[in-house]
């Protein structure tokens, strides 16, 4: 399936080899963690088992700590 994502300012397209694809496998595609990135689906952010689409809107942003 491939699935047309933004991330860091730039649109890109996933090609991931499954049926159903769900937040976690996006990220994984991108080689991140849930820890520090997440998926927003259609301006909400997603659980890592949530099912995507093509059609979403989708945007991984990276999560930014500070100490």
Same mark, same amino acid.
């Given at each position: 399936?491939?699935?047309?994502?933004?991330?860091? =300012? @730039? *649109?890109q !397209? %996933? @090609? !991931?080899?499954? *049926? @159903?694809? @769900?937040?976690?496998?996006?990220l994984?595609?991108l &080689?991140?963690?849930? /820890?520090?990135?997440?998926v927003?689906k259609n &301006? /909400? %952010?997603?659980q890592?088992?949530e099912?995507i689409n093509p /059609?979403?809107?989708?945007k991984?942003i990276?999560?930014?700590? =500070? =100490?």
């Amino acid at each position: 399936m491939e699935i047309k994502i933004k991330y860091r =300012g @730039k *649109e890109q !397209i %996933l @090609k !991931i080899n499954k *049926e @159903k694809v @769900k937040a976690i496998d996006i990220l994984k595609a991108l &080689g991140l963690s849930a /820890e520090y990135a997440f998926v927003v689906k259609n &301006g /909400e %952010l997603a659980q890592e088992d949530e099912q995507i689409n093509p /059609e979403d809107d989708i945007k991984v942003i990276n999560a930014i700590s =500070g =100490g």
